[in-house]
């Protein structure tokens, strides 16, 4: 193998949060006896990843596992990406999602071609997201897509012959979100990979937002609900009466995890060992702030050992004075995108076999 | 040779369109006896390109031939524009043309700098054209440009000593557009690249839209009016007295191919083998939306076998009801812009010898 | 050492200015004996550049020496930036400045993340800086920033745990583009770079503009300053009667070399050697334009032999009928940007031992 060792780079020798939980991606590898399921990994070449319902608890522990081996240095790579050109098209700005979706594919040395705002830039004036599909289909090889409107991947999956990753559609889902989130969870409690986690390691998932309507959080909830054996319950803080939204109501049915719906948040909040918050303000500009008892500060009645998860970008909604406690889980969940993002990519453009540490081929 | 085999990479591989015709860049080839006009492209080394009078028939049946050589993956390259830095400033914003033009670069191991929207970012507020130009030639090796004014490239050009190649000026010219609207036209009928084409494969050209202020036709008809061997006729159909326009007056006189105007495109529909048409919204914001009796649907009396041209994007003066049709060439003609785009490139900063296949160098 | 010979790219071959002085990096090189200050080079590895209180003398040559080894193209280059990934974050948009950032890396065969217009992209609705450093972390290996606010060096560093690189803040400074002005004038006059240079030799320095408002000119003024061996006086033309400014105030102070204040440019015009001018359009929208007085062209009663230097862009307070003169040092100015930007980043990224003609390491 013509191997560029990864040690050479500090790419990803420091990528760590500055404050914060600080998660070795270790302790996940070792709870798995460095054993990365491949098979589960392969199911995903040549794929688009539109949906979480795509995946299930064994390939979100996968992509996890293939996370952690990137970020913890001990891998060889021969330029996974080499040759392939990856896409970004943002119809809806969001700097800090195509950043790191771009460091991923760099990382691993593709090339990008950007298209950072395409609502000024002209491509959608007038020109239908099938007539942009069939143009990607020969300019790159996969195509990360974000847009405003929810039926996107619909219309642009008309014409488009290469795989599509879905970075946020509309108040759709944001599936390489959910799994971001979830490979946080994983390496701060690795028992949670399970399907019999101990009882004493299964936790409590709070959440404060509006599944139905925040494409990150339903995102996050339905990967949650494949956890069956590491969820004990989830409940959900929302002034809506009716926050699930169409869109889980079945899976939520079918899930043995125990899902209740609350108002207040001070009523649960001792009891919550993960509470995830999201900030409404940057889903659109029809949506309101989260209302003030919504939000955290060092001051809030948070269990010990309790963490918080943030897909960021945040307002006020988590106060800055909770950046340096053990709470702040958010900083290193940002920490592990770029690592998620290398994982989704190498599996779906098919190119595991140039990263060395993943067993078999 | 130090080769990076092509095959390898699936850019090449799957690089056709999604629904129409499919046309194999080997029938060009062979039509050729897989000969490559290397002369005719050795001419562009170091050139601008600013304007189609610049080539003859055999320079653009020389860029299209090695564009099928690239399309059709039976090529060896050494990273041809290794070290090599294209700047695309898009002082108007097309992302259609900059990723195309960006993606060709990439797939021949150049590198880029992106100027997605030069009226916005600040690069135009109050620098002439001319300094912009004196900057350029340290930044890159080779600017593609995009510029509302039709006078650009001079004032560019007053300072700028690295090759320009014109990706569209006002009014004036887009010759890279009108190459790849041949290359297309010659997969489909590679008889069309001779001078002395036999009759029956002879083409009738009808165009729909406006020579004179349309940039994208006035180079497709400047291209056409070289090829007399194979345009039997040009049906240039438009509302306007006069479409023609200045720059293409001498030209027609001089070319032995006749040419008609005509005001009802019903009138001669049903006699065009090739039908090309524009999308007048997308030259600016002046002009006006092509009229509806110049629309063109699966009902319109096209005569069997007849292609449709069309640069993209469209409104909805093609509709989508064409697209599975024999008649839509214009999705196979999209498909071409990024060999082109190489071909023109590889030529210009003079890196033949590092694509194999070529013939003698 | 695997090399990659820069002879071979003609990136470097032909990147000089096309009109006024056409200066040879040789000179400053055979002045230096071909010896670079490697020791002061290696300081930065690791630094952030903010201000130019940073810099003395010493690496202000230092780095003009490995700019002037680079331009030179008698070097051998290792790939020397391989596997890091520098971001360009412009929240103030400047292609300029930008555009030299990333030919600098590119050539230096890194990779780039572009922020082009950080305003309008939404990398900053409502997040702070902050965390905008702490997403940073992990997307790249070195932040190149521009910003309006001029605290916003504290902000972002709060959080960010990589290089920072100051390309422009607010008022506040641009040391980059100092280093760039001081290494047009130590290749045009390399005794300039000596503690002792011979008194002939020795420069009366005028500035139009205003150091305490303009961050450009006031980086420049600070390293001007650490030059007292070469620079006899400073004399700051301006129609404010205090255009200092408080953080130029003590190193003023604390300088050997006499700095005077006048208002009419015309009584100090023929006694300057260097005249130093700047647009102020180019600052702000709040920002006045030059007043007419202040502008310069072929009429102005300039000393012979005396040059103009101005960062660019530049609106008409210099006139482009002096482009032609032996006055215009402004375009050897510009055309030394990116390889004075390559010397920092090889430097801060600590890649110096990828670079031959370094001497030993």
Same mark, same amino acid.
């Given at each position: ?12 020798s ?15 590898l070792?709870y798995?006896?460095?054993k ?7 199911? $995903?070449?040549g794929?688009?990843i ?11 522990? &996968?992509?996890?596992?293939?996370? &952690?081996?990137?970020e913890?240095r001990n =891998? ?9 050109? &990856? ?12 950043? #790191? ?5 760099l ?12 609502? !000024? ?6 020109? #239908?997201? /099938?007539d *942009? ?9 996969? =195509? ?22 879905? %970075? ?15 490979? %946080?969870?994983?390496?701060w409690?690795?028992? $949670? ?10 936790v ?5 937002g ?10 996050f909830v339905?990967l ?6 590491a ?13 699930v939204? $169409?869109? $889980?109501?079945?899976? *939520? ?20 060992d993960?509470?995830? !918050?999201?900030? *409404? ?9 989260l ?5 955290l500060? /060092?001051?809030?009645r948070?269990? #010990?050992?309790? =963490?918080?998860?943030?897909?960021l ?9 909770l950046?340096?406690t053990?709470?702040?889980l ?13 994982? !989704?990519? /190498?599996?779906v ?7 060395s540490g993943?067993?078999?081929?």
């Open positions: 193998m013509n191997t560029s060792n990864q040690e050479a780079s500090p790419l990803t420091a990528a760590t949060n500055s404050k914060g939980q600080r998660l070795s991606p270790s302790a996940l070792e798995c006896d460095h990365i399921d491949r098979e589960a990994l392969k199911t $995903l070449a794929q688009s539109l949906h979480p319902r795509q995946f299930n608890r064994r390939s979100v522990v &996968a992509i996890a596992q293939l996370a &952690a081996l990137l913890s =891998v060889e790579m021969d330029k996974p990406l080499d040759g392939k050109i &990856a896409i970004t098209a943002f119809f809806e700005a969001s700097t800090r999602t195509r950043l #790191s979706f771009e460091s991923a594919v990382r691993l040395d593709g090339k990008v071609l950007s298209v950072p705002d395409g609502q !000024v830039t002209g491509i959608a004036k007038g020109e #239908s997201l /099938a *942009i599909g069939e143009m990607f289909n020969t300019y790159g090889d996969v =195509v990360i897509m974000r847009h405003p409107d929810t039926n996107c991947l619909d219309e642009i999956s008309k014409n488009l012959q290469r795989p599509l990753i879905n %970075a946020g559609n509309g108040s759709g889902h944001h599936p390489t979100q959910a799994l971001i989130d979830w490979y %946080a969870l994983l390496k409690r690795p028992e $949670l990979c399970r399907s019999d986690c101990p009882p004493e390691k299964r409590h998932l709070g959440i404060i509006t599944p139905g309507s925040m494409r990150a959080v339903k995102s339905r949650a609900l494949m956890f069956p054996g969820v004990k319950k989830i409940t959900l803080i929302s002034e809506l009466a009716d926050p939204g $169409l869109d $889980l109501t079945e899976p *939520i049915e079918e899930s043995a995890i125990e899902l209740e719906i609350i108002n207040d948040v001070q009523e649960v909040l001792p009891e919550l993960v509470v995830y !918050v999201n900030s *409404i303000a940057f889903l659109g500009d029809s949506y309101r702030k209302d003030a008892r919504y939000k500060d /060092a001051g809030s948070l269990k #010990s050992g309790a =963490v918080i998860l943030h897909p970008a945040r307002n006020d909604e988590v106060s800055e004075n950046d340096e053990e709470h702040n958010y900083f290193a969940q940002a920490a592990g995108a770029v690592f998620v993002r290398q994982s !989704v990519l /190498a599996s453009l098919d190119r595991l076999d140039r990263i993943l067993g078999e081929s």
